[in-house]
């Protein structure tokens, strides 16, 4: 009886060893790729929302690590470089709910006024949702306000059959304003 | 046993997963995922080629070690033996960003995707490596197929147009679109409209053949 048992759980032991012996050898195959396309893609639309300032963004690990203890949708903060080197605008990367999430980041220059908003990814409604969030028109609106926080229908319109997405993406803008708030006090 | 493994022909194990056992039209397992994501044609595309690989791995593998698997245990080592395959396409589509958030949490869900348990358990644990190896790509490309032609409906009347890659590959013009098409109710009219079509056709040949469902 003892025996049979062991033969079992030998077997079943067996068969585990040599899958996780494969998916080992996966991740480590793939596991700088997934990360450096992480960074890729944060690093992309944080260029993207501060095109405007002509700057350059750079990550803030530091800042990133202090600013997630009171914000912990926020994912990164990325400092825009002028072109002499001083801090010009910031960007933000973070999630916001609309329907479901939406990763977006937000510029924000040093006057508090938004200078761009590039939605990473969103698991929106596709073809309603997925539309606003991708919509220049929409998220246009945006461009040049702040620094105090913004009400959908009196400081932009929300965008028509999408309106948990356009709450989504007008939640996280003003996260990110109430996060160069404190910037502010701070420095 | 041996008759019938010596009736079945490597062709006719490959066909089969298109009509006559088709995984979501006939035999209706592994529905939950399909009715989610076939509302993108790209979706599919990549949700179908998982489920081709998985399919086709763990039934050759399982079929590989079908005399090594003590009856008792049989079904840990399938799940342990497919959530391995399904780790790897996961960690493979991880790479390719845009994919992977889309089609999100329905690739770790492959694992308890009933159309591949049910080939582990019915099929590939008694039968010849190469019989498996078919059965998986028949089935696999079954699903795929009938993925793409609910997914070509519901994308091109549900938002107007077709849009692969990033390119628009067809686009009718028109605005007022039957939005229903790609939420959830779209799903299942679509669905119950083929599995009605495919009944119908089935059930018009059959008078003519003697063979019945073969």
Redesign the interface.
Known sequence: MIRHILNLGLRLFLVCAVAAVGLGLTYTLVKERIAEQEQKRKAEAADTVLAPLQAEAEEDLDLTASLQEDFPDLISVFEGKGAAGDVVGYAFVLKSKGYNFITMAVGVSTEGKVTGIKVVTNEETPGLGSVAAESEQFLGQYQGKGPDPLTLRVDVDAYSGATFTSRGINNGVNMALEIWNRLGAEV | MDKEERKRTLRGEFLKGFITTNPLLVLMVGLCSALAIS??VENCIFMGLAVIFVLTCSNVIISL?RN???D??RI??YI??I??FV??VD??L?????VY??L?VWIPLIVVNCIILARAEGYASSAKVSHAFMDGLGIGLGYTVVLLIMSVFRELF??GKIVLFNATIIDLHIKAVP?IL??FPGAFITFAMLSALLQWHQARRKPESKEGSG
Not at chain 2, 94 to 98: A, F, S
Request: positive net charge; hydrophobic residues 45%; aromatic residues 4%.
């Open positions: 509302t993108r070690i090594f698997i003590p008792q245990v840990p080592i342990v033996v959530a391995s780790t790897i960690l493979t991880k790479t390719i960003p845009p958030e889309r999100g549900g938002t939005v790609i939420m």
